[in-house]
């Protein structure tokens, strides 16, 4: 699976949009890029993912450059609760790589009021 | 979205105990899934694959013996900490995939081992 670089820490204003971004230089072409979130404690959740094409849903947006080189999860309205480690991962998706994922070391995003 | 629970949220014991813990799929069956660790602050690290029926695939470095895991029905993995020390003391996270196949992982609340 390929390499993901992210920054390890950001603040993010209470109510504003948190942009975190994810380098994935190596990605290959069946390689989709994952994005879950650890709050404190608790296991982590599914937030989306994408192959090529920006993707939407209630929790988020992600934007995919067109090279795939790199990508941003956007928060369009971060709360409090939103504080977590936001981890970006790439792996082979469509079920062929037994669904394990390689966790980087993430960002840790802080939301304040 | 389908929920993945673990029993208990956490444990205390004595060095050279044993402890197990419970990963359960509450709504849908897993025939895999997933144990990590994680120690404090660092990220999670998987420990080993359960297959329910077989035996698990453990990662490099995990040892085996010690780390017992049992995938006994299609709702339910076990891993057993054994003769635990202070050393094994972390964040132990089980994870099962989206049974609707959309390559995606339910993970459960997670349990914290600490060894005295």
């Known amino acids: 699976d390929a390499k993901t670089t992210q920054p390890p820490s950001m603040d993010c204003a209470e109510g504003r949009a948190a942009n975190l971004p994810c380098n994935h230089s190596t990605i290959s072409g069946n390689e989709y890029v994952y994005w879950y979130r650890q709050i404190h404690s608790q296991g982590p959740q599914y937030i989306i993912h994408?192959?090529?094409n920006n993707e939407t849903n209630e929790m988020a947006s992600l934007i995919i450059t067109e090279d795939r080189k790199s990508s941003t999860l956007i928060l369009p309205h971060a709360t409090l609760r939103d504080t977590a480690v936001y981890y970006c991962?790439?792996?082979?998706?469509?079920?062929?790589?037994?669904?394990?994922?390689?966790f980087g070391g993430g960002t840790r995003l802080m939301v304040k009021p | 979205g389908a929920v993945v629970s673990q029993h208990p949220s956490w444990v205390i014991c004595k060095s050279g105990t044993s402890v197990k813990i419970e990963c359960r799929s509450l709504?849908?069956?897993?025939?895999?899934m997933f144990w990590y660790r994680q120690f404090p602050k660092q990220s999670l690290m998987l420990m080993a694959t359960s297959n329910e029926g077989s035996k698990a695939t453990y990662e490099q470095g995990v040892e085996k013996d010690k780390f017992l895991i049992n995938h006994a029905s299609l709702t339910l993995s076990t891993l057993t900490v054994t003769s635990a020390h202070p050393e094994d003391s972390s964040f132990y996270i089980c994870?099962?995939?989206?049974?609707?196949?959309?390559?995606?992982?339910?993970f459960g609340p997670g349990t914290r081992l600490t060894v005295l």
């Open positions: 991962i790439v792996r082979v998706g469509g079920g062929n790589a037994g669904n394990m994922l390689t």
């Open positions: 994870s099962a995939p989206d049974p609707r196949g959309t390559d995606t992982q339910y």
């Open positions: 709504d849908f069956q897993a025939t895999t």
């Open positions: 994408g192959l090529k």
